[in-house]
Each structure stands twice: as structure tokens, then as C-alpha cells.
């Protein structure tokens, strides 16, 4: 892909991805070739930070009079959103961020995508969640914006399983008040699900338990997964061996470089 990206020059605009770990990220290449295609000179590049120095990374980034856009991944996306002066309503309701553009001010306005993506692979996919009981596992960052998402698509049930009880009940409340999708505590059991999700990290490491009982998945469930690494995650392996329909990581990704290309370039009215 690193063909189709132009080298940059004095003239080029500057985004970057902050985190840490940093080298794990896939966005640099698509979102610079994407910027490329849609006639932008413009390069996303991937900065390491730690805690502890994001703060001062932000003070230096905001007076960087060519840097326009900020991509955030883990562990920065709850402290990037505070760092905000506007925010989109799904940020604000979430307090987290994943990107950052520049406003004329100078200032940043952010936006949360995860459950974009991840929804969006499953339309792409044909499956259209409204109506739908639901299963997620996982109330982080990623599985947060997921249940938000399903809830605004429609889900007539949502349940919610986290072996962090406190940050799973906190989320739970949340949505109930949402008023839009009866959502409670979930278990490990996928039965009577229409739709899974696995928002949680299990399964990127060897003999990692899978998030859910995949011997009680139905044929007829969409089961979706956060991982890209590895591409096919065991839990996404074993639902493919059942039948059912599938979205990985990586289909969410892809389905979420033209949401991020559309909000740091300013192109979708948020």
C-alpha cells in the first residue's frame, strides 16, 4: 500500500496515532493512502506515549500549527476525551475518544467511532441488528461504544457480560436510561442470542478461554469480534466451524478507516 502514498513535503499535514503500545497499529498505511486517494496531502504516523507524558505530548501537539488530526488508541482514549473542547453526543455520552480534529480555534473537537465500525461490519455483512437480542461481552472502551451502538440500531435486548462487575453494572444503568432497548447482565451463554459480540481482548494470546460457550452458539447467530490479531480470533474460528455469519477485527477496521478518513478530514458534518 506504501506505493500509493505520496512522500511528504514542507506542505504536508501531519496526524498522528497515539499510544502505547504503538506497533501493534494498522492504520498509518490505510489512512495515508486513503488521504492520498481523496487528493489530501496528508500523513498519519504513530507516536508511543506513556501515561504519564500525555499531557505534556498533548501541549506540544496542540502548538504544532501543522499538525490537524489525532487518532487514539489504547490506553488514552478516556484522558484524550477530557482533553476535547466539543465533542460529538455518543463521545460525550461514552467520555471517551478515539479521534481527534482540529477546530478553527485551534481547540479539539472528538468523536468515538468503535461501534461504527463493529456495526458496520455487520451490515456489510447483510445483518441488520434492529429487533435483534444481543450478547456482548466486554464494557471496556470498545465494547461501551459496541452497546451503544447496538442500542441505536435498534436492539430490542441487550445483555452485557464483564468479569468487571462495577464497570458492567455501571453500563448497564447507563444504557437502561437511553430508554431505547431493555438491557441487563449477560453470562458466558450465547443461547437465544441473534447477535454475539466479543469486545474483549480474548484471544489475541495462546490458550486464552474463548468469551463465549461456542458449543450453545445457534447457526443463525451473528457473532463479531474486536481482534485483528490474530486476523481469524479462536471464538470468530469457531463460530465460522458451526455456520454462522461472521465479522472479525479486521472488517471492522476496514469498515472503520473511511468513518475516521471522513471525521479528521471534517467530511461527515460532525
Known sequence: MSDMIPAPTGATRLYVIVGEPIAQVRS???????????????????????????????????????LDGIVVTIPHKF?????????????HFLRTVNLMRRRPDGAWHGDMVDGLGFVGAARARGINPAGMRALLVGAGGAGSAIALELVEAGVRELAIHDSTTERRDALVGQLNRVGKASVRIGSGDPAGFD????????????????????????????????IT??????????????????????????????????FLLGAEGA
Not at 486513503?34 to 504516523?45: S, T, W, Y
Not at 507516536?47 to 501537539?61: E, I, N
Not at 461472521?246 to 471522513?262: A, L, R
Open 28 to 66: 498509518p498505511a490505510g489512512v495515508s493512502a486513503a488521504f492520498a486517494a481523496r487528493g489530501h496531502d496528508g500523513i498519519l504516523v504513530p507516536v508511543q506515549v506513556a501515561p504519564g507524558d500525555l499531557a505534556d505530548f498533548l501541549s506540544v501537539a496542540t502548538r504544532l500549527k501543522n
Open 195 to 226: 447477535f454475539v459480540a466479543n469486545a474483549t481482548p480474548a484471544g489475541m494470546k495462546d490458550g486464552d478461554p474463548l468469551p463465549v460457550d461456542v458449543a450453545r452458539l445457534a447457526l443463525s447467530t451473528y457473532c463479531g469480534c474486536v
Open 229 to 262: 490479531k490474530p486476523e481469524v480470533s479462536p471464538f470468530i474460528a469457531a463460530a465460522r466451524r458451526i455456520g454462522c455469519v461472521t465479522g472479525t477485527g479486521t472488517d471492522m477496521y476496514q469498515q472503520h478507516q473511511s468513518i475516521m478518513v471522513d
Open 79 to 91: 484522558a484524550c476525551y477530557q482533553a476535547c473542547a466539543s465533542a460529538t453526543e455518543r463521545a
